[in-house]
């Protein structure tokens, strides 16, 4: 059981950058694998990172490979995405989410935040 909220989001220009932040109540955080989606109106929840539990191994989306960078630091219990030479097409809600394996889809997260507006301009 996890609750997570996301905060950070808001509009920032072209080459940029942003850092997202996802804090985590509950009693099984530190061993969840930690994941950040993104989605856009008409489009489906696309996979952006996930961080295993120990922070020891991380997965990035080719479209964000080199630019973003995802952490996390379990006594704070809290996820990080820091978002570097931001694009227009990287404008979208960002979601957080938590789940027992180490996944690149959203079956495989069961705990999801709300979700924060990250909006790009050129």
């Known amino acids: 059981q996890v609750q997570l909220a996301e905060s950070g989001g808001g509009l920032v220009q072209a080459g940029g950058s942003l850092r997202l932040s996802c804090a985590a109540s509950g009693h099984t955080f530190n061993m969840y694998a930690m994941g950040w989606f993104r989605q856009v109106p008409g489009k489906e929840r696309e996979f952006v990172a996930v961080?295993?539990?120990?922070?020891?191994?991380?997965t990035y989306a080719d479209s964000v490979k080199g630019r973003f960078t995802i952490s996390r630091n379990n006594a704070q219990r809290t996820v990080y995405l820091q978002m570097n030479s931001l694009k227009p097409e990287d404008a979208a809600v960002y979601y957080c989410?938590?789940?027992?394996?180490?996944?690149?889809?959203?079956?495989?997260?069961?705990?999801w935040g709300q979700g924060t507006q990250v909006t790009v301009s050129s």
């Open positions: 989410a938590g789940g027992i394996t180490y996944g690149t889809t959203s079956s495989t997260f069961r705990y």
């Open positions: 961080i295993s539990w120990s922070g020891s191994n991380t």
